[in-house]
């Protein structure tokens, strides 16, 4: 017999969470840079990666209450997610949102008593979030972010609905407490990865979907990277449309090919001139559009270690518009057998914001690990 208390979600969207991404400006954090991606026609995308995450509970519509504050902060997604909701009013600035008006509403949906809280965002609202209430409070976070260190994310919003619904579903699920990191985002866009613990949160515990911190102090394989670099260079055609996304293997390609291009942007090179470094999306589909058909065209890049994300991590320049043009066969995957390693054969995941194209692009695919040494990989 079924109980007839709601399952109590509380709910927050961070509805700037990854804005800068698309426009390679590298996080959202600050009014300033919210403004500066505006101007450059990004789109606030966090809204439809919640609603791909209650998609997952639809079927559970009728046994959940929603607790919220009005607007884009929550609001507006429990009306059209059609369940029975509590607003909370005079809480936040329903114009426009401020990291204040997270920590606000966090303490404000706590005080009324969630089974957990459910947040879309970013790192910084997710120290928002741990500011506001600390560990005790049970939490789950859809990633929305450009920068994701942190481990208290679900891998995808998809992932994010499947967690809950084994809750709904009465599944024992252990609680741990996963760190909340985040990166100066100033040093990010000059090139510096600096990952500072700020505090952790308490969120349900299964490893098929719950994103892994990632990996710290890894030794540099110069070796390896330098052969993989030979490899891929060696064996691009001539003419080739070459992007290439961002990271230490990816740099390395760049650094073989004498190009000055950036460690955590994504470059366009072409017969081994460095055409735009740090390309927006935009800047991509222009050179892709304008590019001769008949001249091939390569998609380069590296997966996070210890968190084996493809795609929807720090390079959100490269959507879905961007892989539907480029094709799966033109995508080539660069990694070391030790990056790989430190997935513990859990699967390379992808969140490209586009469940369909995530399923077209999954499977197996070869990851250049070497020179002339290749393996073969599963994608979920």
Request: charged fraction near 25%; proline fraction near 3%; include cysteine.
């Amino acid at each position: 017999m079924k109980s007839e208390r709601k399952f109590r979600l509380g709910l927050i969207v961070n509805p700037f969470a990854g804005l800068g991404g698309s426009v390679a400006l590298k996080g959202s954090d600050g009014d300033e840079i919210v403004a500066l991606a505006l101007s450059r026609g990004a789109k606030p995308k966090a809204d439809e990666r919640v609603e791909a995450a209650l998609a997952v509970l639809a079927p559970y519509r009728d046994e959940i209450q929603i607790i919220t504050v009005p607007g884009d902060m929550g609001g507006r997604l429990a009306k059209v997610f059609g369940a029975e909701y509590l607003l909370l009013e005079n809480i936040v600035n329903e114009v426009i949102s401020s990291a204040e008006d997270t920590r606000k509403a966090a303490l404000s949906i706590c005080q009324e008593g969630v089974d957990l809280l459910l947040f879309a965002g970013g790192d910084g609202t997710a120290r928002d979030i741990y500011a506001a209430i600390g560990v005790g409070q049970v939490c789950l976070g859809v990633p929305a972010g450009v920068k994701m260190q942190s481990g208290v994310y679900a891998n995808t919003p998809h992932a994010a609905g499947e967690l809950l619904k084994l809750m709904m579903q009465g599944e024992i699920l252990s609680l741990t407490e996963a760190e909340v990191r985040d990166i100066d985002e100033d040093a990010y866009r000059h090139g510096m990865l600096k990952s500072r613990y700020f505090g952790e949160l308490r969120v349900p515990s299964d490893l098929r979907y719950l994103q892994h911190v990632k990996c710290r102090g890894i030794e540099k394989e110069e070796v390896v990277l330098d052969d993989i670099a030979a490899f891929v260079c060696e064996s691009l055609e001539r003419h080739t449309l070459c992007i290439i996304g961002a990271g230490t293997t990816t740099m390395a390609i760049k650094q073989a090919m004498g190009i000055d291009g950036t460690l955590l942007g994504v470059d366009l090179v072409f017969d081994g001139r460095l055409l735009l470094a740090d390309a927006s999306e935009q800047e991509i589909l222009t050179s892709l559009s304008a590019r001769d058909t008949s001249q091939p065209v390569k998609l380069i890049l590296t997966l996070i270690g210890g968190q084996g994300h493809l795609f929807g991590r720090g390079n959100q320049q490269l959507s879905p518009r961007v892989i539907k043009v480029v094709k799966k066969e033109n995508i080539t995957v660069v990694a070391s057998k030790d990056k790989l390693h430190s997935l513990d054969k859990r699967p390379i995941i992808l969140d490209t914001g586009d469940e369909c194209l995530d399923r077209q692009l999954a499977g197996y695919i070869s990851v250049v690990t070497g020179y002339e040494d290749q393996v073969i990989y599963p994608i979920k």
